[in-house]
């Protein structure tokens, strides 16, 4: 992928073109005093949001790592923060001081049995630089810390499919995020966005947008709601000074 225009603004409500959409209730929507049906899309945030409730819950009764627990299958290594493959062998990351990665695998190594890091529930504000040193994770939870900004190093991160930062402090998402291509679900429920990157048009893959309960972006989540992610990304691509190099 080639070098990204700096774009002076993302998009908003206030962007040209918004079609206000509808309020979403229990499978069903009103728009303009009508019930409506939900897409299928639009199901599958919602089961999305739900489920990031749920970890969200959990932390906050102590029960953190809640994305390694259930996905690897075994509760008895509360240290835990990889999700890992069927292998009950497989090399797995944790977390020490709530500050760094540390691990026997070699980072570098391009073929991995995990590919996943949970970091659910720590009170993190800050994400250390060594997470970006595994170059290979695909499945990042960030979920239910107190993170106001996300570094610019996520960019580094080139097979992340699936990032989860929902329950923080964050008002925007790093442009850069527009550089992980193979980004497939961008969860970021429950924080205080606004606007989006107009860089994240670059990501041509991303089925999944989740923006729910971002006081800021009501109109984002409406449109997303009526129109689906792939039309969004779309508009924010369109709506780049520039195009974008791939």
């Known amino acids: 992928m080639g070098h990204h225009t700096n774009y002076p603004s993302g998009l908003n409500s206030t962007t040209p073109n918004f079609v206000p959409a509808a309020t979403m209730r229990h499978g069903t929507a009103t728009q303009g005093g009508e019930m409506i049906a939900v897409s299928k899309h639009w199901e599958q945030i919602g089961e999305y949001h739900k489920t990031t409730e749920e970890a969200h819950q959990a932390a906050l009764g102590g029960n953190t790592h809640y994305w390694a627990r259930t996905k690897s299958g075994d509760n008895r ?22 500050t760094r990665v540390s691990n026997e695998v070699d980072p570098t190594l391009t073929r991995q049995d995990w590919n996943g890091v949970d970091l659910t ?48 402090e964050l008002t925007q998402l790093p442009p850069e995020l527009g550089m992980c291509v193979f980004l497939k679900t961008l969860l970021a429920f429950n924080n205080k966005l606004s606007t989006i990157p107009l860089e994240l048009g670059s990501l041509y893959k991303l089925e999944y947008l989740g923006l729910n309960e971002n006081e800021g972006a009501k109109d984002l989540v409406e449109e997303i709601m009526q129109n689906g992610t792939k039309s969004l990304i779309k508009r924010l691509l369109e709506s780049a000074p520039g195009q974008i190099a791939n």
């Open 77 to 98: 290594q509360p240290a835990t923060v990889a999700t890992s493959s069927d292998d009950p062998n497989a090399p797995k990351i944790e977390i020490h001081n709530n």
């Open 121 to 168: 529930g720590q009170n993190l504000r800050i994400i250390s630089r060594a997470l970006f040193d595994f170059k290979f994770l695909g499945t990042v939870y960030l979920g239910s810390n107190k993170l106001r900004a996300l570094p610019s190093w996520f960019g580094e991160l080139r097979n992340l499919y699936h990032l989860d930062v929902s329950h923080n």
